[in-house]
């Protein structure tokens, strides 16, 4: 088990950006990024597979989010582009040891989220 803190939410204008951070208290094999908005079911954006890079990502977002580490700082960033006003929500940064994709079942260490919201 892994603590997860992630941070860097806030308001931002739609086609704005913004960068979120996560770190987590040990090494972990996966991160994913996922949102959650009221009456909505959570919704895997993006996540990284730490040792090779590799990165996948929700149709929603693609070409837009872009999800990598800094091994040194032991941050994984998730910068967004082009933001929109469907894009708001509370984003959290989760790791796994298990599947490593974009569904929320599978990741055993949460971050308590932080706040996107996209205004027009």
């Known amino acids: 088990q892994v603590q997860v803190v992630e941070w860097g939410g806030g308001s931002v204008q739609a086609g704005g950006s913004l960068r979120l951070s996560c770190t987590t208290s040990?090494?972990?094999?996966?991160i994913g990024w996922f949102r959650q908005t009221p009456g909505k079911e959570r919704e895997g954006v993006a996540r990284?597979?730490?040792?090779?890079?590799?990165?996948a990502y929700a149709d929603s977002v693609k070409g837009r989010f872009a999800v990598w580490a800094d091994s040194a700082k032991n941050i994984v960033y998730l910068q967004m582009n082009s933001l929109k006003p469907e894009d708001a929500g509370m984003y959290s940064c989760?790791?796994?040891?298990?599947?490593?994709?974009?569904?929320?079942?599978?990741?055993?260490?949460w971050g308590r989220g932080t706040q996107v919201t996209v205004s027009t």
């Open positions: 040990g090494y972990t094999p996966c």
């Open positions: 990284l597979v730490i040792r090779d890079g590799a990165t």
């Open positions: 989760a790791s796994t040891r298990s599947v490593c994709g974009l569904v929320g079942q599978f990741y055993t260490d």
